[in-house]
């Protein structure tokens, strides 16, 4: 008879997209509760993620609803110059090619669905009664961490016991020097992003109608990534992709930094100025640059990634999320990578786990997870370099073609037989 597993009481440091794909997955077999320093709304953010098939194979076996995120489906990507002229195209069915789609969602609507599969009762997901829903507690942050002891302490002082401890606190994770030997932050990449999101409502009030490339994609009911690129030396480009439907549209506006901030460096949604931004893209389509002007909010972010950490676990916690392995959003990997990791924690789920197996489990996971972060932190930090759409497509192959923690581990054996 299989040994069953049992039921680990489990803290997620952290509500963004890694906290809770964790707690999504987890609270199949164990008792979970997301510990977050902010309100219930925090980390929202109006703008866009894109999720490649590397991920979206892994949110449609937890359940992930497109539809209650307003999910586009995306074909490819389109490459043009700052004119709008055509430089490279590639348009194909990702489900085909990679066995999962490729997809953009509001990054608000996409922490709501996940926070949806994580808390909402078992019989709504169509899981067994025992996934009892994750338990979460806001404006309650964690500020001390004992790996060994299997404690945090929180905000407001109390002590939480935990078997196992997912720190998902975010880049500036307050926890990770409590899990290395040696402190490791985040560091600046010089590139800054100018992130905002526009209604179809708004650009049609502005330009009279929407723009042909965007009329294009609503006509045929499917997106694509746009990429503008000023291909001058300078380093300038856009990325554009819709949301909720096609009816709004992200623009990522990625530049050499101009002058560091602290207000830049520290958040994500720190205020942009859009005349500063449109100064500098004063070259690019008039189209493009009306739509920052009538934008609502114009968020500045100063790149910054980790450099791979020596280790992600220590005892009863692991790193994951941008706390393991921030990179910049040049492949847009960031949130794929988060949903990687959820999957890994898989290997908790197992029958035969007990609380003394939780140390070496980790340990096991990491031991899949850290390469792979690793090569895609290479591929996301070459990207800046690439000159040919081979090169882009070759990158973009390795990090869709990630099959998960069971397939890679079963390949492992094959290959140690
Ligand atoms: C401009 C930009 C564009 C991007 N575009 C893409 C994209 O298209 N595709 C993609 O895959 N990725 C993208 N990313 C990356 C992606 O957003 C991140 O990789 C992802 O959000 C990481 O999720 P996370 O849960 O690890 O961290 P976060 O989303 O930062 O969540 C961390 C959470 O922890 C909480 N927290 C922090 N400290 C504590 C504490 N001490 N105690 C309790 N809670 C705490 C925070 O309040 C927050 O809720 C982009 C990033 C940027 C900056």
Not at 209 to 232: C, H, M, S, T
Not at 401 to 416: H, N, W
Request: charged share 25%; glycine share 8%.
């Amino acid at each position: 008879m299989a040994a069953s597993t049992i039921r680990l009481r489990v803290a997620v440091i952290g509500s963004g997209i890694a906290g809770l794909a964790a707690a999504r997955v987890l609270r199949e077999k164990h008792d979970v509760t997301v510990y977050e320093r902010g309100e219930p709304s925090v980390a929202t953010g109006g703008q866009g993620i894109a999720n490649f098939p590397n991920s979206t194979h892994i949110l449609e076996s937890i359940g992930f609803d497109y539809r209650c995120a307003g999910s586009v489906e995306l074909g490819g990507w389109h490459s043009v110059d700052k004119n709008g002229t055509a430089v490279f195209s590639s348009d194909y069915d990702m489900r085909e090619r990679y066995g999962a789609p490729l997809v953009s969602h509001m990054r608000v609507d996409f922490r709501t669905e996940l926070l949806r599969l994580a808390t909402a009762p078992a019989e709504d997901l169509g899981l067994d009664a025992s996934a009892v829903p994750a338990i979460t507690v806001w404006n309650n942050g964690a500020v001390d961490l004992d790996p060994e002891g299997g404690k945090v302490t929180l905000d407001d002082g109390s002590i939480v016991e935990a078997d196992v401890i997912i720190v998902a606190d975010g880049i500036h994770s307050r926890l990770r020097n409590k899990i290395l030997e040696e402190p490791v932050n985040a560091q600046k990449t010089g590139m800054t992003c100018c992130r905002v999101a526009v209604s179809a409502a708004q650009v049609e009030a502005a330009l009279g109608k929407l723009p042909q490339w965007w009329q294009d994609q609503r006509d045929r009911g499917k997106g694509v990534i746009q990429l503008i690129e000023a291909l001058d030396g300078t380093s300038r480009l856009t990325v554009t992709y819709p949301l909720r439907n096609l009816s709004w549209m992200n623009m990522a506006w990625v530049f050499p930094t101009q002058q560091e901030k602290k207000a830049t460096t520290e958040s994500w949604n720190a205020d942009g100025d859009k005349e500063e931004i449109l100064k500098i893209y004063d070259d690019f389509d008039e189209d493009l640059k009306t739509m920052l002007r009538v934008a609502d909010q114009v968020k500045l972010w100063e790149l910054q990634d980790l450099e791979p950490l020596p280790t992600w676990t220590s005892g009863r916690a692991i790193l994951i999320g941008d706390a393991a392995h921030a990179m910049t959003p040049l492949q847009g990997q960031g949130s794929n990578m988060a949903i990687e990791d959820a999957d890994g924690l898989r290997l908790l789920t197992q029958p035969g786990v007990t609380r003394d197996s939780v140390p070496e489990i980790l340990q096991k996971i990491s031991s899949v997870r850290r390469p792979r972060a690793t090569r895609v932190l290479e591929n996301t930090r070459i990207s800046t370099k690439i000159s040919s759409a081979a090169d882009r497509y070759a990158r973009f192959d390795d990090n869709c073609t990630y099959t998960g923690i069971f397939a890679i581990l079963q390949q492992q054996q094959v290959t140690t037989a």
